[in-house]
């Protein structure tokens, strides 16, 4: 059984600094995607940024310059450092892995940002 389990998040000032962590466990497969969404009350879930098994990353653009996405496919992780936060960025942040077949989800992680 494929198991999510997501860490970090919480409350930071603006300007301020988080950095997300993520685990998948019970695959025999490697996960050719593996990203982070993001969805802020009222509004729909948005793709944050995901990088391939190869390595390749995109990133929305309201995030570019600012987060950073990486990967570790031995250990099936994916991390999202989070610099220069703004309260724009306040939402419940979701790891997602994704295989030819199906996709998982994280149980989402509260990040709030705020003075």
């Known amino acids: 059984q494929v198991q999510v389990v997501q860490s970090g998040g919480g409350l930071v000032q603006p300007g301020g600094s988080l950095r997300l962590s993520c685990g998948v466990s019970?695959?025999?497969?490697?996960?050719?995607?593996m990203g982070w969404y993001r969805q802020a009350p009222g509004k729909q879930r948005e793709l944050v940024a995901a990088?391939?098994?190869?390595?390749?990353?995109n990133y929305a653009d309201s995030v570019k310059g600012r987060f950073t996405i990486s990967r570790d496919n031995a250990k099936n992780t994916v991390d999202l450092q989070m610099s220069s936060l703004r309260p724009e960025d306040t939402a419940v942040y979701y790891c997602?892995?994704?295989?030819?077949?199906?996709?998982?989800w994280g149980p989402g992680t509260q990040v709030t940002v705020s003075s």
């Open positions: 990088v391939t098994f190869g390595g390749s990353s």
């Open positions: 019970g695959s025999v497969f490697s996960f050719y995607r």
């Open positions: 997602n892995a994704q295989l030819s077949s199906r996709e998982y």
